[in-house]
Each structure stands twice: as C-alpha cells, then as structure tokens.
C-alpha cells in the first residue's frame, strides 16, 4: 500500500529506523509540508481502486473519486485533506444502507464483533492466553468476567438491531450466547488434549458466539 505510490515510499524511506531515536530523529525533519502529504496519502492509499481511477456513483446517487488527489500526489492543503475526509465520510454513509437492503433481500449475513472489539476469550478469564501459549506472561492479576463478556455480546447485538432495525424481537442467538457465556466454563489446556470432542464443543459455541447472522440460526 506505500511502496506503489511514489510520494508515500518517499515519505517512508525518509522515516528511516524504528528505534526510538531513529523516529525522533526523521520526525525532526519532516516540513509542515510533509506531515500534510503524509496524512493525505494515509488516507488516499485506504480507497478502493474504484475510487482512486475514476468516478463510483453510489446506492444514494451521489458521485466520489478520488482521482484527482491520487494525481497531485504531492504539496496537499488543509482543503485537499477536507476533501478527502468528505469522499470517506460519503462512501461511509451508504454502508448501513446497501447492507440494510441486501440483508432484507436475503442476500447477505451480518456479522458483528463483541461492542467494543475486545479479545472475548480474555475478558472471559485472562488464563485463557496459556491454552495457545503455555509460556506467556501474564498479568499479576487474573481477570475474569464472563458477566462482562456476555454483555459485550449483548451490545453488540443491540447497536446492530438499532442500526439496521430489522431484528425486532431480541434475536435468538443472543440468549444462546449469553447463557453460554455466564454457565459453561472453556476447556482446560489437559481437557482440550485429551477430550477433542470437548475442544470442537467448545469452540463451535466460541465461533457462533461472534457470528449474528440476520436470517434465524
């Protein structure tokens, strides 16, 4: 994503080593001019090819490219980078909707993570990191929360319901998921070895517990 746009690697090669004295030092260097390219051609490079070529209508009628950005390809402005946020911001408003819609047709599943994107396994008990690395350091303190686990499953359920409004009624894989959460207990490292049919279990349920498919599972 930086290497084949000119003014990005240039930008790149610039920052040098990753030590901290390394960034120090190139930060020291870098213009006003060239922090505006940088933010700019963070942003730029995310785009769709789509959008870096040409016009893209979207589902609202409106129109976005970002073409003409891509060819300046140095010496951004305040304005570019407004511009820029715009083109991001109007695609982003016609995200919910095209999925909205495709959903209700029965063309898509939606799928969702816990409300604030955590690590569910570890909000359910930290201990959980020595099932896939035995030797891992961990904190002094065990955390363990399957009540919180659950509710980030709750929320996240109820933001989507809200977002798209077509659940309704609370969706039954939310009750499934919850109650799994607060009364099953994961697989110990010696179980998971010795009882597979204990370690499938176990994460088939960790599997759906993400998974918030629209249609009834």
Do not use: C
Request: glycine share 4%; aromatic share 10%.
């Amino acid at each position: 994503m930086i290497h084949v746009w000119p003014r990005y690697k240039e930008l790149h090669e610039m920052k040098g080593g990753d030590s901290r004295a390394e960034l120090e030092a190139a930060a020291a260097t870098f213009s006003e001019q060239d922090w505006r390219d940088l933010q700019a051609w963070f942003n730029l490079a995310w785009f769709d090819p789509d959008f870096q070529e040409g016009d893209v209508e979207l589902p609202d009628g409106t129109a976005v490219t970002v073409r003409h950005l891509i060819e300046k390809e140095r010496g951004y402005t305040e304005a570019d980078k407004a511009e820029i946020i715009g083109a991001q911001m109007a695609v982003a408003r016609n995200v919910v909707a095209i999925h909205r819609k495709l959903q209700d047709a029965g063309r898509l599943e939606v799928t969702t993570t816990p409300y604030y994107h955590p690590i569910l396994p570890l909000i359910y008990d930290t201990d959980l990191a020595r099932v896939a690395m035995p030797s891992v350091a961990l904190p002094e303190t065990r955390f363990k929360r399957p009540d919180d686990a659950a509710r980030h499953v709750e929320k996240a359920v109820e933001y989507y319901t809200d977002l798209m409004r077509s659940l309704g009624e609370p969706h039954p894989v939310l009750e499934l998921v919850r109650n799994w959460l607060l009364d099953h207990r994961p697989p110990s490292r010696t179980e998971r070895l010795d009882e597979p049919e204990l370690y499938r279990g176990f994460f088939d349920r960790l599997s759906k517990s993400v998974f918030l498919e629209a249609q009834k599972i």
